[in-house]
């Protein structure tokens, strides 16, 4: 198989498994794949400036506080200012929000574990070395890589 047809078959595999992980995670949290995001970003941090979660998600400011609006109407999310920089709003997840983020961590994990069961540690192994270093490549090339985890 040359290469086109092997990122076909990793393409068409990611989407899959995206695609699963999505509507697993819109069915616990009730939130679109957008705002699960938002919200998986914000809770791996105690806050986040709404720039710096505009970087992450790579998107504009803008688009990042209507994102912030419509978790902040489902009460999973609150807006304060900075204490450090007053000029600067952050957010961060309300109690409510730190319970749906681990829930669908939690979720995910189980999901994870499910999808790579038939693979021994090696192999696990192997698999998680290769994505890092596609990641570093990533983030060499100008990606930019969310919170760790």
């Known amino acids: 198989m040359n290469r086109n047809e092997l ?6 595999s990611l989407m899959i498994i995206g695609k699963e992980m999505y509507q697993e995670q819109a069915g616990i949290s009730g939130c679109s794949p957008a705002q699960n995001h938002v919200l998986m970003i914000i809770g791996m941090h105690e806050a986040i400036g709404v720039k710096e979660l505009a970087e992450n998600l790579r998107v504009t400011s803008g688009a990042a506080t209507q ?3 419509s978790l902040e109407k489902a009460g999973l999310l609150t807006r304060k200012l900075n204490p450090n920089n007053r000029r ?8 409510e929000g730190k319970n749906v983020f681990q829930k669908v961590r939690t979720a995910k994990a189980q999901m994870l574990s499910r999808l790579f069961s038939e693979l021994s540690d090696d192999e696990l192994n192997t698999l998680v070395g290769l994505i890092e270093k596609v990641s570093r490549q990533y983030v060499k090339d100008g990606g930019k890589v969310h919170a760790k985890v």
């Open 67 to 69: 994102h912030i609006d």
């Open 88 to 95: 600067e709003v952050v957010v961060e997840t309300t109690k």
């Open 7 to 12: 990122f076909n078959k990793l393409e068409q």
